[in-house]
């Protein structure tokens, strides 16, 4: 999955380019740069690749969710819809605007489940912003009926899902914006990196002044240009877009390479009895960074996870609803508002309600869900070794447990 896997003479080409002239920033030294300008150049294959209109590169993921929602305007006392399982970075962006993170339960696609969307709206509420966790996608064609049936905006967290589609249009290009992210561990890396996708004129040119410090970049010279609102500094440096932009280029290796791994590891998995997978709503449209499958309760998934600790099989492998950066369960911080600065008393009151928040749809699911992550440089020999740890843990489990447990649909998070 993560790109780091395939750095070499590209990336190294890339970037000597901008070594050469060291014009390391985006804008301006129109002169010096001489004709160098990655950013541009991958924002120009961003949209070209992606099928969409316009793209705004970011210092980061968290930056680019940050720039969308305010370009989106939304800010002080907006509710923005969010699953519980997801990255820090989805809610830490929320609140930075001044937004209230609205967190409701996942389905079987480990993304937002449409009906408790529709439970949480309220007069408040803005925008909705679904995740395409770990490759694959939200069932937008349900988030796009209530966006319009109560007139919200659609921010696609895709920042762990570049190159993933739904009915034909790739994740990020679908919403009023979308976000993809380069950090070191996602599919495309520049080591820190974001993107905002958008077909909006309007947002993006709000993007591209927000993440600049509000220069509308019509000036011959960054000091004539204007500051038609408030903005700050997002913006992402020639290195890091010179590597993004060789990293990017090999995007359809990526995939190609994720979709046969995945499709080995699944088909093995497929051959015994009480294991499933998450749903996709677009199977076509799987990135295939991970295989998530699911096993018929919480007690065997643990059995199961301990099994691989104890054969030296776990790396690689994700239990979330024990991990602390991608479920609410863990989000203690979250919970009992530990901010260093203060928070406005709607955002501090909003936040404390969620230590109460029901969470059990979610619980029963994610406590039954294990990832896998799909490698792109495993040989044959590291794939079929891969495949056949997973599956012998899994029977020697199932081997011990008792016959009812199989059948048991009921999570057990105690
Ligand atoms: C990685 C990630 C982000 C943001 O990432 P950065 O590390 O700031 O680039 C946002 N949302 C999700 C779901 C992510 O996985």
Redesign the pocket.
């Known amino acids: 999955m993560p790109g780091f896997e395939f750095f070499g003479e590209e990336e190294r080409k890339e970037v000597n380019d901008v070594l050469q002239t060291g014009i390391l920033m985006r804008y301006g030294f129109d002169g010096p740069r001489k004709g160098i300008w990655k950013s541009k150049e991958l924002e120009a294959a961003l949209c070209k690749r992606l099928d969409c209109r316009y793209a705004q590169l970011t210092s ?6 940050t720039t969308a929602l305010a370009a989106l305007g939304i800010g002080a006392g907006d509710e923005v819809i969010m699953p519980s399982f ?5 809610f830490e ?1 929320v609140l930075s605007v001044g937004a209230i993170p609205v967190i409701v339960d996942v389905n079987e696609s480990l993304t937002i489940d449409p009906e408790s969307i529709r439970n949480a709206i309220t007069d408040s509420t803005k925008c909705i912003m679904p ?3 770990c490759g694959s996608m939200a069932d937008l064609d349900a988030i796009l009926t209530i966006c319009r049936e109560h007139d919200l905006l659609l921010l696609e ?4 899902s570049i190159g993933a589609s739904y009915k034909g249009k790739f994740l990020g290009t679908i919403g009023n914006a979308g ?1 993809l ?6 599919t495309i890396t520049c080591a ?3 993107a905002v996708l958008t077909n909006d004129k309007t947002i993006y040119t709000h993007c591209d002044g927000y993440s600049d410090h509000g220069h509308d970049h019509e000036g011959r010279d960054r000091g004539a240009e204007l500051h038609p609102f408030i903005g700050y500094n997002y913006r992402i440096s020639e290195l890091h877009a010179a590597v993004g932009l060789a990293q990017f280029r090999k995007l359809d290796t990526f995939l190609a390479i994720q979709k046969k791994n995945h499709q080995f590891l699944k088909d093995t998995l497929s051959r015994i009895p009480g294991v499933s997978f998450r749903q996709i709503p677009d199977p076509a449209g799987d990135s295939h960074t991970f295989l998530s499958w699911l096993l018929p309760t919480a007690e065997l998934t643990r059995a199961v996870i301990a099994e691989m600790k104890s054969r030296n099989t776990l790396a690689g492998n994700f239990y979330w609803f024990e991990h602390n950066w ?1 479920y609410i369960r863990k989000w203690d911080h979250l919970k009992k508002v530990e901010t260093l600065n203060r928070l406005t008393d709607v955002q501090t009151r909003a936040l404390k309600k969620l230590q109460l928040q029901d969470f059990s749809q979610s619980d029963a699911i994610m406590s039954r869900c294990i990832s896998t992550a799909i490698g792109l440089s495993w040989t044959e020999e590291q794939l079929r070794e891969k495949a056949d740890g997973l599956a012998e843990a899994i029977k020697k489990v199932f081997s011990n447990a008792s016959p009812q447990a199989h059948y048991s649909n009921q999570a057990n998070p105690a």
Request: glycine letters at 10%.
């Open positions: 980061s993921g968290t930056s680019a969710l997801t990255f820090v970075a989805s962006a995740v395409h966790m967290d895709a920042c762990q976000t992210s380069f950090d070191f561990v996602k820190e990196g974001g991608h």
